[in-house]
C-alpha cells in the first residue's frame, strides 16, 4: 500500500486552532506538509503550530477572521512568503450557536453567511490565482449534514452551510480545467460546535467524544487533498470511522404537454418516485429537464 504523503507541498487551514482544524493541521504536517495555521485567535493558532514543529514538522500560524478579504488574502501570501507556494485550502472556520425561529434576524444570518461562505469564498479567492498558474489545486470546504437535510434550533447554521455547498459546486465547475479540485466534507466528530449542541446532554457529547473524536476526520480530508485524487464536486459525511457520499440528484420525473394541478395530483407517485435518479457532475447542464427543455425547443418536423 503506498502511503499519501505531502512532501513539497503547502497546506492553509482556517480555523485550526483547536477541534477539527487542529488535528487536520497536524495530520497534514505529519505526512510531511508545510501548513499554515489560521484562527481567529492567535493562541490557538500557535499552540498548534508549537505542536507541529515539536513534532519535526513545518508550520506558520496566522490569525484573524477571513471573512474579511484584507485578512483573506493577507492568509494566502503567508503562505507564499514563508513556505513558497499555496497548494491545498481548507476552508473549516465556522461558527455555531442554538437559536429558535424567533430569533433569528438578518443581522444573524448575515454574520453565519459571514463566517461560513464569505470566508470561504474570500480565502478561494485569494488562492485561485496561484492555483491556476500552477495547473493545480486541492480544495476542501467544511460544510455539515445541517446543509442538506436541516436541523431544529439551527437555521442560520443550516442555510449558511447550504450555500457552502452551492459554493463548493460551482468552484469544481469553475477549476476543473485548471487542474483544480473543490469538494466537500462534513464532519461528525465532538468539537467546539457539538459541544454547543448537547450542552443539556452532556453524556451524548460524551459519547461522541468516544467514538468520533476530531481525528476520525482527517482521513478524508487528507484523501481529497492528495495529488492522485481526482474526485470533485463531491460532498462526504465522516466521522467515528465511516465516509458516506452525501448526492443531490433529480428524478425521471413526470412528463406531458401541458401540467394542470390535477394532473400532478393524478400522478403524485411518479412525481416522488426516486427511481432513475441522476447526479448530475458539478455544473452540468445534461440533467432530466434540461434534456427535455431542449428536445421541446427543437424545431417540429412535419
Not at 10 to 26: E, K, M, N, P, S
Request: include cysteine; hydrophobic fraction near 50%; charge should be neutral.
Amino acid at each position: 500500500m503506498v502511503t499519501l504523503r505531502f512532501d513539497g507541498r503547502t497546506v492553509v487551514i482556517t480555523g485550526a486552532g483547536r477541534g477539527v482544524g487542529r488535528a487536520h493541521a497536524l495530520a497534514f504536517a505529519r505526512r510531511g506538509a508545510a501548513v499554515v495555521v489560521n484562527d481567529i485567535d492567535a493562541e490557538p493558532a500557535v499552540r498548534t503550530c508549537d505542536e507541529i514543529t515539536a513534532a519535526g514538522g513545518h508550520a506558520h500560524p496566522q490569525h484573524g477572521d477571513v471573512s474579511d478579504p484584507a485578512v483573506a488574502k493577507a492568509l494566502v501570501q503567508c503562505a507564499i512568503d514563508t513556505f513558497g507556494g499555496v497548494d491545498v485550502v481548507v476552508n473549516n472556520a465556522g461558527i455555531d450557536r442554538v437559536v429558535r425561529l424567533a430569533e433569528v434576524t438578518p443581522e444573524l444570518l448575515s454574520e453565519f453567511f459571514g463566517v461560513h461562505v464569505l470566508a470561504a469564498h474570500q480565502v478561494a479567492a485569494a488562492a485561485w490565482p496561484h492555483l491556476v498558474r500552477a495547473g493545480f489545486g486541492r480544495i476542501i470546504n467544511t460544510t455539515s449534514s445541517a446543509g442538506y437535510f436541516g436541523l431544529k434550533r439551527a437555521l442560520p447554521y443550516s442555510v449558511a452551510k447550504g450555500a457552502l455547498h452551492a459554493l463548493t459546486q460551482s468552484l469544481a465547475a469553475e477549476g476543473a480545467r485548471h487542474g483544480i479540485t473543490v469538494n466537500a466534507v462534513a464532519p461528525f466528530a465532538a468539537s467546539r460546535l457539538a459541544r454547543n449542541r448537547t450542552v443539556d446532554a452532556p453524556q451524548l457529547y460524551d459519547a461522541i467524544v468516544r467514538a468520533a473524536p476530531a481525528e476520525a476526520v482527517s482521513p478524508v480530508v487528507l484523501w481529497l487533498a492528495h495529488e492522485t485524487t481526482s474526485v470533485t464536486g463531491m460532498a462526504f459525511e465522516v466521522g467515528a470511522g465511516a465516509v458516506t457520499r452525501i448526492a443531490v440528484g433529480q428524478s425521471a420525473g413526470l412528463v406531458a404537454d401541458e401540467l394542470t394541478p390535477e394532473l400532478v395530483r393524478d400522478n403524485a407517485d411518479a412525481v416522488l418516485a426516486l427511481q432513475s435518479m441522476e447526479f448530475p457532475d458539478a455544473g452540468s447542464t445534461d440533467r432530466p429537464l434540461s434534456r427535455i427543455v431542449m428536445q421541446m425547443a427543437q424545431p417540429q418536423r412535419r
